[in-house]
């Protein structure tokens, strides 16, 4: 592509590029004895995009919609010339790879499972090789004319390796994914054999954006207990980088459908159609064709609505238009034959001379036929049994110019979340659906006027160029804050300085967290004793005169006594409450209470009791509630509640209530990490500081050190310490190489 190719791009061009990439392009090649034809579709999407001219140039990376096979080299060619003007990349798909991976794991695996149809689910290894290598065909062309700077947004399903696959080849760049078909519940996701492989493939990205709060909670959840990402505001650390993830819903071009019904060629084809109807009123279906949208269950409504309620009969039309989808998928091709079946029963039964209850339109029609039906119908019956959005329900309302109109919506669209003024039914109850009928049928009009126009003011206000605007502005967002908030992790050169500091200087403190810290998280804490490679290593760095090592942790005292005692170094216990120099002996920091236990006690057991898998550990000053063997969502709720309960109950009693990891926190305030290390650190001129810790008790010791401390955290998230280390066994290796360097010995 050379017209597209990044480095052949006028150094100082003004407009950032937006390369945008999704499966299918807008326009589809079709091959005949006369050559190619391209036809354009102009979708919401391409809108959207066409408003960001101003400041972004706009390219497309896509499948023309032909396979490779029936194409020869010259085509080929011409295609890529063709879209060139267009700054249009196109990836050519050959038969095998359409079969596989489009209508394989696409539309046999992905699309089934994901819209709550696991037994239509197929799983099979060949389709999920195929899907991986379609991926990396995409990555390959998207790589082919992708600078540094540019913007990638990554759409849908098809795709779900991409972001991953990019972010291996262009680690800083800009990379947005947006899926628009549901996300399902982590017991549904978690049937997939591939599982890891989506969620770190879609996890590429900077910005994951879907169409609902529902599908974020869900795909959230997925990380969390797939991956362990936990998220915070739904902002979740991958891979050392920050990953957003929020809900988009998408808009229509508004103006587009609220302007269109005022067309001549439209108002024709409206008059035309009230013409052939009559005085009757008119129901209207559109949808592709295809299972989910629950056409067959609408029909059997119908149905049910003509034998429950006779006075409509030869008083209402239901003109069903089905666009033809995925024809060559056998589910598609039964879906088709069960509705004309059904279709020619009813109108079979039910129908009349001069009267058809069901007119079915196999095909898709042009913009101005679909408008005038919009405008004709009195209902629009848009009952999906699971949808991501779905936007016919959207320009449904759009069109309706004078406000008149019923929208009967199911629940199970993501657009039942914007559109509360519609009729809204659960599209599996048959009987809901017939009553919302009736109920449309007879809705007074000035409520018709009422309920649309407040739904039309909402949908001008966010159309499809809002959606692009807001996604990609949250994505430059989420670029700036992790420029702001990138990690520093401990690097080699910066491991060098801190060793040669080390060598140098007689003086030491080390200051070193236990859990997390020194050693790894484990089910319950009294399985996290020290091993037997840490206790050397603690004694040896011990040895060393020039040293003096703290180990300063959360644990009773008790606890640390007991694993640590005769290694020759200090200890901290309960964050700071307690304190043992080299002669063993405990003091205590400062006089804390502790009375306030009574009262808290029981609240924390009855939690426990109502979360299995939870637990409470009792230390002298303070109690600590345990959650990591519970069910995480259940845990979720419970903390919240938990924190909310003692939040309001201790407010006079002196005390600090505090969430760590998997754990919640009640002690007595006053009692810090930071406090005992700022009077440990006036006993001594210290020329080498060494401080090591994992979790927010350790964020108060990093603060009061000085600043040419080497302080780092332990894990990758945002912390006041100078570095970030990535695991404990990364520590431990440079406490190794410390311990190595020559023993010192006063002269
Ligand atoms: P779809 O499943 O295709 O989209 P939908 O959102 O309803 O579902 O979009 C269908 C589009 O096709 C509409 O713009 C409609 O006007 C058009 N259309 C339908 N029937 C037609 C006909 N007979 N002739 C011409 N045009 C017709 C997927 C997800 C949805 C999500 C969209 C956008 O499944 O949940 O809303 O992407 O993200």
Redesign the pocket.
Known sequence: MEALNAKNQDPGRPRTRLINVSNRLSVTVTKNADGLHFEESV???TTGLASLSQDYEICWVGWPGITADDLDDSQKQQIVNRFAETSTCPVFLSTEQVEHFYEGFSNKTIWPLF?YFPLNTVFEDRYWQEYQRVNEEFCSAVLDIAGPDDCIWVH?YHLMLLPGLLRDKLPSAKIGF?L???FPSFELFRLLPWRRELLTGILGADLVGF?TYDSVTYFLNSASRILGYEHSMGTLTADNRLVKVDSFP?G?DYERYSQAPYDEKVRSYAAEIRRKVGDRKVVLS???L?Y??GIIERLEAYEMFLSEYPRYKAQVTLIV???P?RAHVDSYMQLREQLERLTGRINGEHGAIGWVPVWY?Y?????E??IALYSVADVGL?T?LR?????????FVAARTDGTGVLVLSEM???ASELGEAIIVNAHDKHAIVRALAEALEMPREEQIDRNRSMQERLSRYTVKRWVADFIETLNDIKSTQRQHSVRLLTRPDKDKLVASYKKNRNRLLLLDYDGTLVGFVDRPDKARPDEELMELLKKLAADKANEVLVISGRDRRTLERWLHGLGVCLVAEHGAWFSRHDGQWQMAEAFRSDWKQVVKPILQLYSDRTPGGFVEEKEFSLVWHYRRAHPEMADVRTKELIHAIANMTKNLGVGVFEGNKIVEIKSAGISKGRIIEQWLKTDVWDFILAAGDDYTDEDMFDVLPPDAFSIKIGTSISKARFNMDSVRDLRTLLKQLSNVTVWTAP
């Open positions: 979708g919401g999407l819209h849908d947006f628009h078909i549901p169409h998408m229509i559109v949808d592709r295809d989910t949208k238009l089905a666009v989808s339109l095909r898709a029609v042009p913009f036929q679909l848009v999906p949808d991501g959005m779905n936007l016919v329900a959207k320009e669209a993501g657009a």
